[in-house]
């Protein structure tokens, strides 16, 4: 299975509260989100890791060049995008066929659960597997719509749910014709894009997580760290 992360967001609320490093080489137990992520990655067999990030942190970017030294597996990108949704369309450029999972760099989940996702996602026959949580500690969330089979009937903004996304998606090659039609369109937002795919009646299931972080602000890295410390 192929893997993406999207890491060029600016990360502009942890620098104004003081976080030197970009988003992605913040550390959680030590090691940088990014890190954490191609690490679980190869332990669920990845074929491919696709990555990017932004013109902005020369960070990241060297910390990425020299990783991909010593990781053929590793693909990036850099450019800056204006949207999460526009990031994802730049990685379907160059991603081979077949079932991947996306990533945003700063989604916190336990590694064990992750895994199990995986294999069900491989599993699968639906045309996507959305990671769910009912764990909400979000300013905007996205709240997710299921039927009693947890097939997933809509994404909304202000209809509160059981379940809100955990900002990891799996997908599919069926998916690229969705997001060619969302930027042909002028929309943006990553939500936007995952409703287009209800929209053109992509199968999709909600997989729940007992529990993901979101690492948006410096107080979400302590409880990053005590949410995998438990």
Partial sequence: MHFAILAAGEGSRLAQEGVELP????????????????????????????????????????????????????HLIVKTTPSSMHSFYELRQVMDKGKFCLTTVDTIFREEEFMEYIQAWQASEEDGMMAVTDYIDDEKPLYIATDESLRITGFLDNEPQRFISGGIYGLNETAFPVIDKCISEGQSRMRNFQRQLVKEGLRLKAYPFSKILDVDHASDIEKAEIFLSQ
């Fill in 23 to 74: 988003k992605p080489l913040v550390k959680i137990k030590g090691e940088a989100m990014i890190d954490r992520l191609i690490r679980i990655f190869h332990r669920c067999g990845a074929e491919d890791i696709y990555i990017i990030t932004n013109n902005l942190t020369p960070l990241t970017q060297g910390h990425l060049r020299q990783l991909q030294e010593s990781e053929p597996k590793i």
